[in-house]
């Protein structure tokens, strides 16, 4: 959908522009992917294995910040 037909907050996403109500969940994701990578080759995993793990880290994820925009959406006037 173009960001005209969509409300101020995907608006401001597609513009890119991150809500301060996203910016810590971004920041601390960001720090456990980081870290996840980082133990992981350390430990010496395949990278096969370190990818399933991304994945399955960002699938989570993906879930959480799902909730945080519609949570968001639902507070902001005419969105």
């Known amino acids: 959908m173009p ?3 969509r409300g ?3 608006q401001s996403l597609d513009q890119g522009d991150l ?3 996203l910016q810590a969940s971004m920041e ?3 720090q456990h ?3 996840l990578v980082g133990s992981l080759r350390a430990a010496g995993l395949p990278e096969q294995m370190i990818d399933a793990s991304v994945r399955q880290l960002v699938d989570s994820y993906g ?3 799902s909730a945080a925009l519609r949570a968001l959406r639902k507070d902001m006037p005419h969105a």
Request: charged share 35%.
């Open 3 to 5: 960001a005209e037909g």
């Open 8 to 10: 101020p907050l995907y």
């Open 19 to 21: 809500p301060r109500e």
């Open 28 to 30: 601390r994701h960001r």
């Open 33 to 35: 992917l980081a870290a």
């Open 63 to 65: 879930v959480e910040l």
